[in-house]
């Protein structure tokens, strides 16, 4: 893991949580017949992934704010 930038390093989990999300997902729709557990799971990926994104982007706040 000493050649994998550190930006990689902070989107992986987000990415594996959302790859493992999907994976239930199809597993709870197709496998286990429970179709609306499955479309449920399914939302997570999108939602997942944007919390990554929103947690990873740094984004200047101006010290005062303008009303």
Do not use: C, R
């Not at 496998?31 to 990873?56: C, E, R, Y």
């Amino acid at each position: 893991m000493k050649n994998i930038p550190n930006l990689v390093k902070l989107k992986l989990p987000f990415l594996i949580a959302g790859f493992a999300s999907f994976l239930l997902s199809v597993y709870l729709y197709f496998v286990a017949d429970n179709t609306t557990a499955g479309i449920f799971v399914g939302l997570w990926v999108p939602s997942i992934h944007s919390l990554g994104t929103l947690m990873l982007t740094g984004q200047d706040v101006p010290e005062e704010v303008a009303v």
